[in-house]
């Protein structure tokens, strides 16, 4: 392979043809490249604009913020106007480079910007302030830049109580458990499950509860959105008798609940890659 083979994916390219070996190469190197090229646009966005992307999307548009202080020095541009709003075009040269003296001359400390304390390298999203988990400060993509903290998550508890229970659910099915009945004792592994279920006919009654589960749910959340119904989001008034009265020890439960559903998540995820992958069973040995 040459002297980028460090042994690791040639596997991947054993046994194609010289044309295919090279397309595959030369579209590695143009997917390099521009990943270079990408990096370097977003290292130069992070640092002269605040907030990240989505939020600068919300707030200043598609095309981003103003780029005025690029071209207010150039001459073409002072006569021509390019991208310079009209008001300062009006102006004229002179008092445009008069504005421009009076603003060397001004203070330019730069404000401090609170960092997240879950991911210290960006900015904490203060709309999580006060929601349970917002002192961490925890939303690295930025998600709740452009969709309502309620709705995110009211997604967020839901996939997470989900994966929490598919996850012991696929360990239990792989470890043997099965419910009683002949065809049931017949699944594999928790990979044929689903299959077999389908076509044993068994899918068809799960479907329709768990629809009826998902309307009731999708009727709660909007009347809370509404503030129809006084609800948190992920409430569903089940369970709540659980968590402790303190109000204190009442938030690190369900912060638990929070942190627990998203490592259920990734759990999950390579749970179900590892079973495909290597074709065995929980522990994947």
Same mark, same amino acid.
């Given at each position: 392979?040459?002297?980028?083979?460090?042994?690791?994916? &040639?596997?991947?390219?054993?046994?194609?043809?010289?044309? *295919?070996?090279?397309?595959?190469?030369?579209?590695?190197?143009?997917?390099?490249?521009?990943?270079?090229?990408? $990096?370097?646009?977003?290292?130069?966005?992070?640092?002269?604009?605040?907030?990240?992307?989505?939020?600068?999307?919300?707030?200043?548009?598609?095309?981003?913020?103003?780029?005025?202080?690029?071209?207010?020095?150039?001459?073409?541009?002072? $006569?021509?106007?390019?991208?310079?709003?009209?008001?300062?075009?009006?102006?004229?040269?002179?008092?445009?480079?008069?504005?421009?003296?009076?603003?060397?001359?001004?203070?330019?400390?730069?404000?401090?910007?609170?960092?997240?304390?879950?991911?210290?390298?960006?900015?904490?999203?203060?709309?999580?302030?006060?929601? =349970?988990?917002?002192?961490?400060?925890?939303?690295?993509?930025?998600? &709740?830049?452009?969709?309502?903290?309620?709705?995110?998550?009211?997604? *967020?508890?839901?996939?997470?109580?989900?994966?929490?229970?598919?996850?012991?659910?696929? $360990?239990?099915?792989?470890?043997?458990?099965?419910?009683?009945?002949?065809?049931?004792?017949?699944?594999?592994?928790? =990979?044929?499950?689903?299959?077999?279920?389908?076509?044993?006919?068994?899918?068809?009654?799960?479907?329709?509860?768990?629809?009826?589960? *998902?309307?009731?749910?999708?009727?709660? $959340?909007?009347?809370?959105?509404?503030?129809?119904?006084?609800?948190?989001?992920?409430?569903?008034?089940?369970?709540?008798?659980?968590?402790?009265?303190?109000?204190?020890?009442?938030?690190?439960?369900?912060?638990? *609940?929070?942190?627990?559903?998203?490592?259920?998540?990734?759990?999950?995820?390579?749970?179900?890659?590892?079973?495909?992958?290597?074709?065995?069973?929980?522990?994947?040995?």
């Amino acid at each position: 392979m040459g002297l980028s083979d460090f042994g690791q994916g &040639t596997e991947l390219l054993e046994g194609i043809d010289d044309a *295919e070996l090279h397309r595959k190469q030369t579209a590695e190197r143009n997917n390099g490249r521009l990943a270079m090229v990408a $990096i370097m646009g977003l290292l130069v966005q992070d640092y002269l604009f605040p907030g990240n992307p989505i939020a600068n999307m919300k707030t200043t548009g598609w095309w981003g913020p103003s780029v005025d202080y690029f071209v207010h020095d150039i001459a073409v541009c002072q $006569i021509a106007g390019c991208a310079l709003p009209r008001e300062r075009r009006d102006a004229g040269l002179t008092a445009m480079r008069a504005t421009a003296s009076a603003n060397v001359g001004a203070s330019s400390t730069k404000p401090v910007t609170e960092m997240s304390v879950a991911v210290p390298f960006l900015a904490y999203p203060k709309v999580l302030r006060g929601w =349970v988990g917002g002192e961490k400060g925890f939303d690295p993509l930025g998600v &709740t830049d452009a969709l309502p903290v309620y709705l995110v998550r009211e997604a *967020e508890l839901k996939h997470g109580r989900i994966c929490m229970l598919a996850t012991v659910g696929w $360990i239990a099915t792989d470890l043997g458990m099965r419910f009683p009945g002949e065809k049931f004792a017949a699944i594999a592994n928790s =990979v044929n499950a689903h299959d077999q279920c389908v076509q044993a006919g068994y899918m068809t009654p799960f479907l329709g509860a768990i629809g009826t589960f *998902e309307l009731y749910s999708l009727w709660l $959340i909007f009347e809370g959105w509404e503030g129809k119904a006084q609800r948190d989001a992920g409430d569903y008034f089940l369970g709540k008798k659980f968590l402790p009265a303190d109000p204190e020890k009442n938030a690190s439960m369900r912060m638990k *609940e929070i942190e627990n559903g998203r490592l259920a998540m990734f759990a999950f995820s390579g749970i179900v890659t590892q079973a495909v992958v290597t074709g065995k069973t929980w522990p994947f040995m």
